[in-house]
């Protein structure tokens, strides 16, 4: 009699060993007793295409894929879904039994259940959402709040150029500031989300001036090193409800978890805790 394979998966970036889902994956796997093992990869850019050909033959069921891989993965994969393709980048893969290589985009949908879940009194229909970052993890939240309901989205980056595309992309609904001019979004922001890098632990502070910041709206970073970031101190001290970047990598994981080990996990306390360990 053959024993069942004990399915693999992993996350896949250049550096790695920074990175916390090993231990959000080895949580679940291990509080639900499964049998899987989830492990960091350190994979060069010249070498990817390569190591995801050939992890499906090692027992590989799936993978999450990091910087710098995300777009570039987008040329490998078979099949992506309609929002990884509007978004422009891939962070989870599935290993289809017929040799295919699924990707999809979960880090829009992360995000929105970690601003529901800290912010439960948040309404898409509040008001305009103003976004810090044209990157690519502007490009999932912004897709991820126009089919959510925002009725309009206001959008600074550094470099002015990058967040045109962005509107070229998205339309109408977005409307783009200068750098010099991204505190005046945040008179009229009902939601205000930080997505640059900026406030991350050995990164350069945020320095877009706060002072129109209102206490009726919500604040959010993706930055969670540190879990409180100075945008978010500033926010509490103003009055605002404020959510960390924590809770969006923990929930961009649920779905790929399910997809891969067959069960649903749920984010709660103890995931949060196993994530900082």
């Known amino acids: 009699m053959s024993l069942p394979k004990i399915p693999l998966a992993a996350v896949i970036g250049s550096p790695i060993a920074h990175s916390r889902s090993p231990q959000i994956h080895g949580h679940w796997l291990k509080t639900m007793s499964l049998q899987g093992a989830y492990i960091p990869m350190d994979v060069l850019p010249k070498d990817l295409e390569q190591v995801l050909r050939t992890m499906p033959k090692m027992g590989f069921v799936g993978a999450n894929i990091t910087v710098p891989h995300k777009e570039a ?19 989870m893969l ?11 985009n979960t880090d829009g949908y992360g995000f929105l259940e970690n601003l529901k879940s800290g912010a439960p009194n948040w309404v898409p229909s509040d008001g305009p959402a103003a976004i810090f970052g044209a990157g690519g993890a502007a490009r999932a939240v912004i897709s991820s709040l126009l089919d959510a309901g925002v009725p309009e989205i206001m959008l600074s980056n550094r470099t002015r150029v990058r967040a045109e595309n962005l509107r070229s992309v998205f339309g109408a609904r977005v409307t783009v500031y200068d750098w010099t001019q991204a505190g005046n979004m945040l008179e009229d922001a009902a939601l205000l989300v930080n997505t640059t890098s900026l406030g991350m632990s050995g ?17 959010t970073d993706l930055v969670y090193n540190p879990l409180k970031t100075k945008l978010l101190e500033t926010a509490e001290g103003v009055g605002c ?37």
Request: aromatic share 6%; net charge negative.
């Open 94 to 104: 599935v290993f289809c039994d017929d040799g295919k290589i699924f990707g999809d």
């Open 73 to 91: 993965v987008m040329n490998i994969v078979d099949t992506v879904t309609d929002r990884a393709a509007l978004i422009g980048a891939v962070n």
């Open 203 to 219: 990164k350069s502070e945020l320095r877009v001036p706060l002072d129109a910041l209102r206490a009726q709206t919500v604040v």
């Open 241 to 277: 409800v404020t959510v960390d970047g924590l809770g969006m990598l923990l929930h961009q994981a649920v779905p790929a978890f399910e997809r891969w080990f067959g069960t649903r996990p749920v984010v709660d306390d103890e995931t949060r805790a196993a994530a900082l360990r």
